[in-house]
């Protein structure tokens, strides 16, 4: 049957349906959907069938925004607050141990660059070579600078023009480092001694340090000993009185009292502390009923009361009370002359080398004299000691005078 339209073509046929064999529309349309993930294909307007709804896309995303900035004067705490530093007990430490270094090294800076020097050691024709150990030459001399006339008065040290001018020593040490195990030895000259003095004959020890200073006084006593000195120190009346006044006087032990008809200086037995002027006068007393060998007995006591002020200036009670170490540490470069070679860290091995004078750590001993004036040596016992101290080796027994 054939069906016509009769409108205006005038009877035209229309056209048969097309055929639907091929691929169906369905998978027409699945073909032509856009792949997920992409947005919308210019193509699906040509491609959608008809009669079909356009399918819905979600709106884009609006573009991002960065936050608005702070303006510089805005007050507003910061989100995240910021992290503080924790002090644990390793880093307090730390800082503790790097204020006490520097504090140690600018005590040693300013002792480095305030204590007096002198050349007092020289080379010269004939001096003895350095062997074992170190030596130091230790001296306590008559000078009274610094002191007005008072204190020469407190003090009982006598003007310069009653004690004949000049310069002399009271005092004359050797001490002995060693560099091994043997014990440290502290040795009196007594100023008494007759020994050659270079270019001025034969005199008493002490005469050197007047006619040439440390340089004559340092060959004098290298020459009568055959030791080679490395190191010098020089402490004066003033100084010596200072220093002890500074720690709050020194602890003293007298076993009886001490009566000297010179000076006019008296210390009762017992145990005490000394201040400057009784230390003074007990180092130099020699006018005596207790110092009947006089000048022997005057050497045992100064190299007593040094092992004592040595023990007092290195111990706790002193290094930690400001109001003992800073007067200390203020007098002693006004108290000591060291050679011009020498240094703190010099000094300070010999000062802990000492601190065993008081407990037996270190041999105290006078050079070996034939009597009691001190005025001659033993000359086979002072070999016998000099040789042991060249060598490193124990001081016999037999030749230490006490």
Sequence with gaps: MVMTYRGDDGGRRMPPPRPSGGRSRDHQRAQMMPLPGRGRSPYDERTRPMGTREPE????????????????????????????????????LGALMLVFV????????????????????????GRPVAESGTNWLIVGSDSREG?????????????????????RTDTIMVAHLPDNSTKPTLLSLPRDSQVSIPGHGKNKINAAFSLGGP??????????????????????????????????????????DMNDTVTGINI??????????????????????????SDLDRVANQRKFIGALVSQIASPGTLLNPFDFFPLLSSAPDA?????????????G?????????????????????SGSAENWDKAKSKQLFDALKNDTEVPDSVIVN
């Excluded at 303006?71 to 503080?84: F, W």
């Excluded at 002191?147 to 310069?167: C, I, K, P, S």
């Excluded at 000993?225 to 100084?239: K, N, P, R, S, W």
């Design 57 to 92: 896309y979600a709106p884009p995303p609006p573009p991002r925004q960065d936050p608005p900035r702070r303006p510089a004067d805005d007050d507003y705490p910061p989100s995240r607050p910021p992290r503080r530093r924790r002090w644990n007990f390793g880093r307090v």
């Design 336 to 348: 000591l002359t060291m050679d011009s070679s020498d240094h703190v860290h010099n000094l300070a």
């Design 147 to 167: 002191l007005t006339a008072e204190d020469e008065e407190r003090l009982a040290t006598g003007d310069v023009a009653a004690a004949g001018g000049g310069q």
């Design 102 to 125: 520097v504090f140690l090294a600018g005590i040693w800076v300013y002792l480095e660059f305030s204590i007096k020097r002198v050349d007092a050691l020289a080379d010269y024709s």
């Design 215 to 256: 340089k004559l006084l340092a060959q004098t006593v290298e020459g009568a000993t055959g030791l080679h000195i490395d190191h010098y120190a020089e402490i004066g009346f003033g100084g010596f009185a200072k220093i002890v006044d500074a720690i709050g006087g020194v602890d003293m032990c007298v076993d009886q």
């Design 350 to 370: 010999l000062a802990i080398a000492m601190r065993g004078i008081s407990s037996g750590g270190v041999v105290t001993t006078t050079v070996p004299v034939t």
């Design 268 to 293: 009762k037995a017992g145990c005490q502390s000394l201040d400057g002027r009784s230390a003074l006068g007990f180092v130099r007393m020699r006018h005596s009923a207790a110092t009947p060998r």
